[in-house]
Every structure is written in structure tokens, then in C-alpha cells.
């Protein structure tokens, strides 16, 4: 079977750095997805590990360790507008299908 | 930029009424997906489709139906709606096998 992880909720202070982490069990594992999703939209892309390692992107990181099962996506320099819920999502080996984990909301305070 | 297009943003129905959701996408993806997003219980796949007439059950189908007639369009219909289908419901394409989805903005249904 396929399970995700993720905390419900965090909270952070504008101008700091934030890991949100994410640790999953599925069968035929074939790389991770992180997404942002603010309130009343629709989730939106941030990035795609499917080696181990660091990837950065700008102000956002993602890391993937493989034989860990884990993941996290890394927020440097908060601004307000990064106040919004984040997901991890794994493709089922195979299949064309993401298996969503249920997301982090994070607020972001002056 | 993919463009995923869904019919409507608010819905209101009654309990027992068939109800249709649209989708479409215009980047000539192959795979489309209906997801509803519930709070703590994060987006679950209802239904998804690789290609025209092709429909494959997701996590959660009952009491759902699909249909892919062409390409571009994937509805997602509720043949007798009842209230624990009030939901954001989220459609989604994707060009190929674990490559990353474009969501639509989203249709939020009441049933009451």
C-alpha cells in the first residue's frame, strides 16, 4: 500500500527558513512532487526529486533521500505571500497517477 | 502555459440530482484526473483517463462516473448527488506517465 506524511500545520516568522518534511511508503517508488496550494486555488508545481540529494530553486529547496523514504522542501527568507498549504504527492510506479499526502498548512506572521 | 479549464467555480445542488463537472485542458495532454480535496484528508483521486474512451477507478469512485469522449474533455458526473459529495473537486492533466499535473482552478460543490 502507499502512505504519505506530512505535519498539519506550521508556523513561521517572516525573513526565517522553514523544512516542511514529508516521509512516505510505497511500492515501486519513482520520485516526489512538492506543490503549493494557497487558500481557494488550485495546487500549483514547485518541484520533482527523483535522485537523492539537494535540488534549490531560487528561494525553495527540495531534498530526497531514497533509502530513508523521506523528503523535505526547504523555504528560505519567508515572505508573507509563502503562507499557504504545501504537498508532497509520489506516482504510482506504472501508473499515471499521483498519491497526494494530506498537506502542510503554513503561516507565515510578520 | 497548459491551461485547465473547469465549467464551473460554485455549484449548489440538491440531494438526488445528477450533477456534471467539466474539465478541459488545451495542451493536448493525455491524461486527465478528478480529484476532490477534503479538509485533513488531502486530494483523493476519484477517477482518471490516458486516453479517449480509457477510464480507470481511482481511490475513492463510488458513486461517480466519468467520461472522455474527446482528447481535451473530461467530465466527472454524480449520478445522485448526496451531501457527503460536497467537496472541492479538482480536475487535473498531465502529458505523460509521473510527469507533473496542471490543476484546474476548481469547482466547490454543496449539496444540499
Known amino acids: 500500500g502507499q502512505n504519505i506524511d506530512q505535519p498539519t500545520e506550521m508556523t513561521a516568522t517572516e525573513g526565517a527558513i522553514v523544512q516542511i518534511n514529508c516521509t512516505y511508503q510505497?511500492?515501486?517508488?519513482?520520485?516526489l512532487f512538492w506543490y503549493q496550494q494557497h487558500a481557494g486555488e488550485a495546487p500549483t508545481f514547485l518541484s520533482y526529486?527523483?535522485?537523492?540529494g539537494l535540488e534549490e530553486k531560487g528561494r525553495f529547496s527540495s531534498f530526497l533521500s531514497r533509502s530513508k523514504g523521506y523528503s523535505y522542501l526547504l523555504l528560505k527568507e519567508l515572505q508573507m505571500k509563502d503562507s499557504a498549504s504545501y504537498l508532497c504527492?509520489?506516482?504510482?510506479?506504472?501508473?499515471?497517477?499521483?498519491?497526494f499526502g494530506a498537506g502542510t498548512r503554513l503561516a507565515v506572521h510578520p | 502555459d497548459v491551461k485547465v479549464t473547469q465549467s464551473s467555480r460554485y455549484l449548489v445542488k440538491r440531494t438526488g440530482e445528477k450533477v456534471f463537472l467539466e474539465c478541459v485542458q488545451d495542451?493536448?495532454?493525455?491524461?486527465m484526473f478528478w480529484y476532490r480535496q477534503d479538509p485533513g484528508l488531502g486530494l483523493r483521486l476519484i477517477y482518471f483517463?490516458?486516453?479517449?474512451?480509457?477510464?480507470e477507478k481511482g481511490d475513492i469512485p463510488e458513486g461517480y462516473s466519468v467520461s472522455r469522449e474527446k482528447k481535451e474533455r473530461f467530465s466527472l458526473i454524480l449520478e445522485s448527488a448526496s451531501t457527503n459529495q460536497t467537496s472541492m473537486y479538482l480536475c487535473?492533466?498531465?502529458?505523460?506517465?509521473?510527469?507533473?499535473?496542471?490543476f484546474g482552478s476548481g469547482t466547490q460543490l454543496s449539496v444540499l
Open positions: 487535473a492533466s498531465s502529458p505523460g506517465t509521473e510527469e507533473k499535473l496542471f
Open positions: 510505497t511500492s515501486g517508488f519513482n520520485g
Open positions: 526529486n527523483v535522485l537523492d
Open positions: 504527492a509520489v506516482p504510482i510506479r506504472g501508473y499515471n497517477k499521483l498519491i
Open positions: 495542451m493536448d495532454h493525455e491524461n
Open positions: 483517463s490516458y486516453d479517449v474512451k480509457m477510464k
